[in-house]
């Protein structure tokens, strides 16, 4: 067995906080082949049961396990933009009993996501973004290959179209990245989970030998497809530590963005250490053995019955290799596993206490859905702790929409805040009792310091912690992928109900300049009548009653082939905010091409 390597406990896996969900349901009656038959539903939704109402928490990172701020995050009808942490916070959202979708977006990188089995209390999950890396270009009209360094491939007929379905015609931009199921950190890169709809319309766990991610761009950053009719030719390479499990052929699976899982289309056969198949669009694309699948619930407790939370589980099987997720807050981990094999169980704390494994054992097989617990024996290299504290405000308050992170080493806990106090358990090594917390309050964008601590084993109660440290408004945004350039101070934000300074409409100005920060910004809109809020495209200056959005001078933007789109969220009384996001390309006065995102955070003046 190779060895498995652990991870951050910020790095969720493929498991985390799942609750149980139903497997593939038999007729009692045999089919003809004296097999049970399967009993598939109508519509594959029916899987998912129930609607109902659960919180999320969870933080986007980059491959280097930065936090990346300014992402847009979707969860069915609600929105939220992750902070500087990284960090997003959506309450009562409304998901299925056994199937939550969570969008992660952000222009200059590839559309993220994560398929969860909601629980009750928090959901958490990290999402890390592959960067949108142009690997080639291709050109309409012209067939020709583009290949990563890796050897994976893709061809093309060069017949493309837009969204709209109407054709295209120019120069594409190939942007490609193979996931590796052997890398470390391809669960938190994938989109979704490995849960699929095969050919059948039935539901399957999958063990994936190799994913491929593509997406087309137009000359002006618009998004592209290949035309009906057109077909591609991929390759995705396989591991060496895999082609002794890699079959002939093998289906072919792509991620369904609109509705989170994957879908059988289609087979790849190997060649050599390839797999190449045949597709006729692009999101990800995935080979994959299916199997039918049980659900497990693992509980870890301690010798007393204490539910034991944040420690890393795994269970490998032979033939489907390994899954892995933390225990929740109720020492709770569930997810799929294939029936009727025996599996090996793993119980680690952290990388930071060493490498060795608290509980090894061999389980099942199972053939239904199980529950069994785990007791993790004591251990004087381990200790239990349990921290504690209260949130407010900095009036006092306590902190209704928050959260607080927790540093261990060189692992972050995040416990959701809701009535103003928090609880985290962990398991630490007996050679460090420091730890930090740092508090933040999602809701007015204030937080406190990185506090140090000493724990006082077993219970360490902090006290109360003030977020104080306020950004009451703020313009974050980046050129070209680059850094971000954040402003905070001498914003000025005007409505203009009529007759603004430059349009006899409705409009909005925001400038910053002569600050500290040696950065200036300027934004000047012209609004629909009436109902203000929605998207905007730019703003044409040669069209008298043109409505839309332009950011000039201090970003030397022209206005020619300016293809920005913005989102205008909230327009506030004075002293209230205004909300604006945008993304898009455009060029500068010399005629070359850019790409910036960015987020806008004030308060209104007049």
């Known amino acids: 067995m190779k060895t498995i390597k652990k991870f951050p406990n910020l790095i969720l896996m493929l498991l985390l906080s799942m609750m149980m969900i139903t497997s593939c349901e038999k007729d009692d009656g045999p089919s003809g082949d004296g097999e049970p038959q399967e009993n598939i ?50 309450n009562n959202v409304s998901v299925k009993e056994r199937f939550g979708y969570i969008k992660a977006e952000k222009a200059g990188y590839i559309h993220g996501s994560r398929s969860v089995v909601p629980s009750n209390g928090t959901n958490k999950v990290t999402i890390m973004l592959l960067e949108a890396t142009v690997v080639g270009t291709v050109n309409s009209g012209s067939s020709e290959t583009v290949t990563a360094s890796d050897g994976s491939s893709v061809s093309f007929d060069g017949n493309f179209i837009k969204e709209d379905g109407t054709a295209y015609n120019g120069s594409v931009n190939v942007i490609m990245h193979h996931l590796d199921p052997t890398d470390e950190d391809m669960p938190q890169q994938m989109p979704g989970m490995l849960y699929a709809e095969n050919e059948d319309g039935a539901e399957r766990m999958l063990q994936t030998l190799g994913m491929l991610a593509v997406e087309l761009r137009g000359s002006g950053g618009e998004d592209l497809n290949l035309a009906e009719g ?65 659900t497990l619930c693992i509980t870890a407790t301690d010798e007393n019955q204490g539910e034991l939370n944040n420690l890393w589980v795994s269970i490998t099987s032979t033939t489907f290799g390994t899954t892995y997720g933390y225990t929740n807050e109720n020492g709770e981990v569930c997810g799929y596993v294939p029936s009727n094999e025996t599996l090996v169980l793993n119980v680690y ?25 785990v007791i993790i024996p004591e251990n004087t290299d381990i200790i239990e702790e349990t921290v504690t504290g209260a949130f407010n405000t900095c009036n006092g308050d306590v902190v209704t929409d928050g959260y607080v992170q927790l540093t261990y080493g060189n692992q972050t806990f995040i416990d959701a805040v809701s009535d103003g106090s928090f609880e985290i358990n962990l398991l630490r090594c007996n050679e460090d009792n420091t730890f930090t917390v740092k508090g933040s309050d999602y809701v007015n964008l204030q937080t406190t310091d990185s506090i140090n601590y000493t724990f006082t084993t077993p219970l360490t109660n902090i006290g109360t912690i003030t977020a104080c440290n306020s950004i009451n408004e703020f313009i974050e945004y980046a050129i070209d992928d680059g850094d971000s350039v954040l402003i905070f101070e001498n914003i000025y934000a005007s409505f203009y109900a009529e007759g603004g300074q430059n349009t006899n409409g409705p409009s909005i100005d925001i400038s910053a300049s002569s600050n500290d920060q040696g950065t200036c910004f300027y934004l000047f809109s012209a609004l629909n009548e009436g109902d203000y809020l929605g998207t905007y495209d730019s703003l044409d200056w040669t069209e008298p009653n043109d409505t839309g959005f332009f950011i000039g001078e201090c970003i030397n933007m022209s206005n020619e082939d300016n293809n920005i789109i913005y989102n205008l969220t909230s327009l506030g009384e004075v002293d209230e905010y205004i909300d604006i996001n945008f993304s898009g390309t455009y060029l500068d006065y010399n005629n070359e091409p850019h790409s910036i995102t960015g987020v806008i955070h004030v308060l209104r003046d007049n």
């Not at 029916?46 to 980059?62: A, K």
């Not at 952290?350 to 069994?372: K, R």
Request: charge should be negative.
């Open 41 to 90: 539903p109508d519509t594959f939704s029916e899987y998912f049961g129930n609607d109902i109402s659960r919180d999320f928490l969870g933080n986007v990172i980059d491959t280097n396990k930065n936090p990346i701020g300014g992402v847009t995050i979707t969860i069915g009808n609600q929105t939220a933009t992750t902070d500087s942490n990284g960090v997003f916070v959506i």
């Open 230 to 294: 057109s077909t591609s030719e991929i390759k995705i390479p396989v591991d060496s530590d895999l082609m002794g499990i890699a079959p002939a052929s093998i289906p072919l699976w792509y991620f369904d963005e609109a509705n989170g899982y994957w879908k059988e289309e289609g087979v790849a056969t190997l060649q050599g250490n390839m797999y190449v198949g045949n597709v006729s669009h692009f999101s990800f694309w995935n080979c994959d053995i299916p199997a039918e699948a049980v």
């Open 349 to 373: 704390g952290y990388d930071f206490c060493g490498d060795n494994t608290l509980v090894a054992q061999a389980i099942g097989p199972f053939t239904a859905d199980s529950n069994i617990s």
